[in-house]
């Protein structure tokens, strides 16, 4: 390796209550899907996300 992080693409589709949704791709460093996953359960990614950039 180069030094850089290794990347995958994952496809994300962002969930909100009572609105439309959008679906994205996105890439994550590797080492970021798993802790998504201990965060949020996998099958919640899209949650996680939201409620992440919302309260950013």
Known sequence: M???DSTDTFDVCILQTHAMTKH???TLPERTVPLMDR???????SSL???AVRRY
């Open 2 to 4: 180069s030094g850089q």
């Open 24 to 26: 994205l791709k996105i």
């Open 39 to 45: 965060v949020a359960g996998k099958g919640r990614r």
């Open 49 to 51: 996300i939201d409620r």
